[in-house]
């Protein structure tokens, strides 16, 4: 089957609340950027695919807006999934697999501002039985976390390690929302907005956009003498009932570190879409990359925008990739409460 | 009376979902200059296609249409449905014309009302002009437009508005 590599992402400065900036006008520079960095415009992709959440504009089919950001006539081959744009970058990867493309545009785009994101998140849950209640977002995060810290799988100690890291981490990453040092004290006075989690365990209300370019290994010998490779992708589900789910483990994960034969296997950096500051260190742990710069973008802490976050961090892993000397990176995106969906995306720059 | 229920297939679960909207730049500065009983469409930068209302792209570049363009208030029917259905919450009384409007040095047409002429004389490409509502009832919308009615000017054949790359 046909190799795939990322030849270019870029991403919108992480706001939090974009004010009467739109959806198009967050994408459109987004877009700009990557295509004038490649020297190429929307008549060199072969597919188009973007990743956001009605939910989030508040207007049904609110995607098909978004498309006015890119140019559409003459007509595109395009598609769109409900879902973070990490899962727009994976079908688009099927479909040069396949023979259908040999270049495709991902782009992801999501404003949390403009509504109540708690509210909206769990409308993802299921709509029988946990929808109706309204959890949000962070208290189910905290039954997580409240698992994991009485099993002791996750320390009080690397949640505040995490908080403090990402945003040390943070001066890496221009486009960071937040980028102000906390010291332990700080952390320790904040008040608990969910038990265990206080407001720096969380992350910031995040507006943005993201774009990414992916191409045949071929074609992206026309852009770079080093493409970055997808060496692998796997994307496995938990269980959608909260309550038959062990929150402490992660098999779906294990059975893709299984299936793409990662255990033991040795990366030089990863992203992780680790939303909350215990997630950090509990895949880190499930993942096997304790001793494996994680998150040197400072992650979702310290900017996190809905749709874009899963991207982001494949993005940010090409990134470091492409910038250092380094070949071998590891992303991961997640979708769904408690860590429910996982991507792991394996990377590795050609010699 | 049997005390049997039936069994349920359905259940409510009513979503309430507040949000604060925003239009987008390009689009609030079209609104401001509506407020002021003013059409002002956006051209795009390279192919020179006007936008009205603008959305702030030009789908045939991919690019943002930064030039205002002030337009008048007339223009001609591009094509029009004869509504004889109610709308529930709608209170116009059917039959009534809803119309593609385009107005004169646009390159794209919008939705809205034809009045003040009988249904049966209504045709593809009638001139039109907008009669707006008293200037104290003016807000950011277009229904500071109440309708278009006709005008008395020749017919445009509308094949000829077709955009033609300058």
């Given at each position: 089957?046909?190799?795939v590599?990322?030849?270019?992402y870029?991403?919108h400065?992480?706001?939090?609340?974009?004010g009467?900036?739109?959806e198009?006008?967050?994408?459109?520079?987004?877009?700009?950027?990557?295509?004038?960095g490649?020297?190429?415009?929307?008549?060199?992709i072969?597919?188009?695919?973007?990743?956001?959440?009605?939910?989030?504009?508040?207007?049904?089919?609110?995607f098909?807006?978004g498309?006015?950001?890119?140019?559409?006539?003459?007509?595109?081959?395009?598609s769109?999934?409900?879902?973070?744009?990490?899962?727009?970058?994976?079908?688009?990867?099927?479909?040069i697999?396949?023979?259908?493309?040999?270049?495709?545009?991902?782009?992801?785009?999501g404003?949390?501002s403009?509504?109540?994101?708690?509210?909206?998140?769990s409308?993802?849950?299921?709509?029988?039985?946990?929808?109706?209640?309204?959890?949000?977002?962070?208290?189910?995060?905290?039954l997580?976390?409240?698992?994991?810290?009485?099993?002791?799988?996750?320390?009080?100690?690397?949640?505040?390690?995490?908080?403090?890291?990402?945003?040390?981490?943070?001066?890496?990453?221009?486009?960071?929302?937040?980028?102000?040092?906390?010291d332990?004290?700080?952390?320790?006075?904040?008040?608990i907005?969910?038990?265990?989690?206080?407001?720096?365990?969380?992350?910031p209300?995040?507006?943005?956009?993201?774009a990414?370019?992916?191409?045949?290994?071929?074609?992206?010998?026309?852009?770079?003498?080093k493409p970055?490779?997808i060496?692998?992708?796997?994307?496995?589900?938990?269980?959608?009932?909260?309550?038959?789910r062990?929150?402490?483990?992660?098999?779906?994960?294990?059975?893709?570190?299984?299936h793409?034969?990662?255990?033991?296997?040795?990366?030089?950096?990863?992203?992780?879409?680790?939303?909350?500051?215990f997630?950090?260190?509990?895949?880190?742990?499930?993942?096997?990359?304790?001793?494996?710069?994680t998150n040197?973008?400072?992650?979702?802490?310290?900017?996190?925008?809905m749709?874009?976050?899963?991207?982001?961090?494949?993005?940010?892993?090409y990134?470091?990739?492409?910038q250092?000397?380094?070949?071998?990176g590891l992303?991961?995106?997640?979708s769904?409460?408690?860590l429910?969906?996982?991507?792991?995306?394996?990377?590795?720059k050609?010699? | 009376?049997?005390?049997?229920?039936?069994?349920k297939?359905?259940?409510?679960?009513?979503?309430n979902?507040?949000?604060?909207?925003t239009?987008?730049?390009?689009?609030?500065?079209?609104?401001?200059?509506?407020?002021?009983?003013?059409?002002?469409?956006?051209?795009?930068?390279?192919?020179k296609?006007?936008?009205?209302?603008?959305?702030g792209?030009?789908?045939?570049?991919?690019?943002?249409?930064?030039?205002?363009?002030?337009?008048?208030?007339?223009?001609?029917?591009?094509?029009?449905?004869?509504?004889?259905?109610?709308i529930?919450?709608?209170p116009?009384?059917?039959?009534?014309?809803?119309?593609?409007?385009?107005?004169?040095?646009?390159?794209?047409?919008?939705l809205?009302?034809?009045?003040?002429?009988?249904?049966?004389?209504?045709?593809?490409?009638?001139?039109?002009?907008?009669?707006?509502?008293?200037?104290e009832?003016?807000?950011?919308?277009l229904e500071?437009?109440?309708?278009?009615a006709?005008?008395?000017?020749p017919d445009?054949?509308?094949?000829?508005?077709?955009f033609?790359?300058?």
């Open positions: 089957m046909k190799k590599a990322i030849i270019g870029a991403q400065p992480i706001l939090s609340n974009a009467a900036l739109n198009v006008e967050l994408i459109m520079p987004v877009v700009h950027h990557l295509f004038d490649l020297g190429i415009d929307q008549k060199n072969d597919f188009t695919c973007s990743g956001s959440c009605d939910y989030l504009q508040g207007a049904a089919f609110a098909v807006e498309l006015s950001a890119i140019q559409t006539n003459p007509p595109i081959k395009e769109h999934v409900e879902m973070d744009a990490a899962w727009a970058m994976y079908e688009s990867m099927l479909k697999q396949m023979g259908d493309a040999d270049t495709a545009l991902i782009y992801g785009f404003k949390s403009p509504g109540n994101l708690d509210s909206i998140m409308l993802q849950m299921d709509p029988y039985y946990i929808s109706p209640l309204w959890p949000d977002r962070v208290s189910l995060a905290a997580q976390a409240r698992v994991l810290l009485d099993k002791k799988i996750v320390t009080k100690e690397q949640m505040l390690s995490a908080v403090i890291e990402a945003r040390v981490n943070s001066k890496n990453n221009k486009n960071a929302l937040i980028n102000d040092l906390i332990e004290s700080t952390y320790l006075e904040e008040e907005i969910s038990s265990p989690l206080n407001a720096f365990d969380c992350p209300i995040s507006d943005g956009s993201s990414m370019i992916i191409a045949s290994e071929e074609k992206a010998y026309e852009y770079t003498d970055i490779l060496e692998g992708i796997d994307h496995r589900i938990e269980s959608s009932n909260l309550g038959s062990d929150l402490s483990s992660s098999k779906s994960l294990q059975a893709s570190m299984d793409l034969q990662l255990n033991n296997f040795e990366f030089d950096v990863a992203e992780l879409h680790t939303q909350f500051s997630e950090l260190p509990f895949l880190r742990s499930l993942l096997g990359l304790v001793d494996v710069p040197l973008s400072g992650g979702p802490l310290v900017g996190n925008v749709m874009c976050a899963g991207l982001d961090a494949i993005g940010k892993t990134e470091s990739l492409k250092n000397d380094l070949h071998r992303a991961h995106a997640s769904g409460p408690c429910q969906h996982n991507m792991l995306v394996h990377l590795e050609k010699q | 009376m049997s005390t049997e229920e039936k069994p297939d359905y259940s409510e679960s009513p979503i979902l507040e949000y604060f909207y239009a987008g730049s390009a689009t609030t500065r079209f609104l401001n200059q509506v407020k002021e009983g003013k059409l002002v469409g956006q051209a795009c930068p390279k192919c296609a006007v936008y009205v209302p603008p959305r792209s030009c789908p045939r570049c991919g690019v943002a249409t930064n030039i205002e363009v002030p337009l008048t208030d007339k223009g001609c029917i591009e094509s029009f449905t004869v509504v004889h259905i109610p529930p919450g709608n116009i009384v059917p039959p009534y014309v809803c119309a593609m409007i385009r107005l004169d040095g646009s390159n794209i047409s919008f809205h009302l034809i009045q003040g002429v009988d249904i049966q004389e209504i045709r593809i490409g009638m001139r039109i002009q907008a009669v707006w509502k008293p200037k009832e003016w807000t950011h919308s500071n437009i109440k309708w278009f006709p005008i008395d000017e445009i054949d509308v094949a000829t508005l077709r033609k790359e300058s």
